[in-house]
């Protein structure tokens, strides 16, 4: 007895070689791995005067290395400074390096029936950090950066996880820039 799921099964006459085309991107992608860099020198990452402030990438798709999985950039604050405000469907960690200040974070409320609903929560979680600490940062939060010394700037670097962007959710908002940022 056959089921009427395997009668739909073998239907259709349309051809494809993905499955071919797929080993020889893979074989490509072999080849030129090898030619990636392992290590990157501190003079071949590069700034970034972005409306996020101002940045120094260390690792990015963008930069021929190794790592597939990870875009890391340390973040510099100036004193009494603030990045921009934004959110984006990955996680992100930070590791201050210098400087203390605080974080606000406006957490994603989510709601999938018919559509996707996103909306924010109206009043910021703040969490203050220091040099050494750790911050993490939920998916999708709406989130921005202070400096909490007027005298001192801040640094730390952010690592962020690219797989949830590879895998369609490419989905990034800048919600307001850097205040010191210049067009």
Not at 24 to 47: C, D, H, I, L
Not at 160 to 181: C, H, L, S
């Amino acid at each position: 007895m056959q089921y009427e799921e395997a009668k739909k099964a073998v239907k259709g006459d349309k051809r494809a070689n993905f499955y071919q085309e797929f080993l020889e991107q893979s074989k490509t992608f072999r080849a030129e791995y090898q030619n990636r860099k392992n290590v990157v020198k501190a003079e071949e990452m590069p700034w970034d005067d972005s409306v996020q402030g101002r940045i120094k990438h260390m690792v990015n798709e963008k930069m021929n290395t190794r790592e597939c999985a990870i875009d890391l950039y340390q973040q510099f604050l100036t004193p009494g400074g603030a990045s921009g405000k934004h959110r984006h469907m990955s996680e992100e960690i930070l590791y201050v390096l210098e400087g203390e200040g605080y974080d606000l974070h406006w957490d994603v409320k989510f709601e999938c029936t018919e559509t996707y609903a996103w909306d924010w929560e109206k009043e910021p979680k703040k969490f203050r950090w220091e040099e050494g600490d750790y911050v993490y940062i939920p998916p999708y939060t709406t989130h921005q950066h202070f400096n909490g010394d007027n005298d001192k700037p801040a640094r730390f670097i952010s690592a962020t996880n690219r797989i949830v962007k590879a895998v369609g959710f490419d989905w990034m908002e800048q919600v307001e820039p850097a205040p010191d940022y210049k067009r």
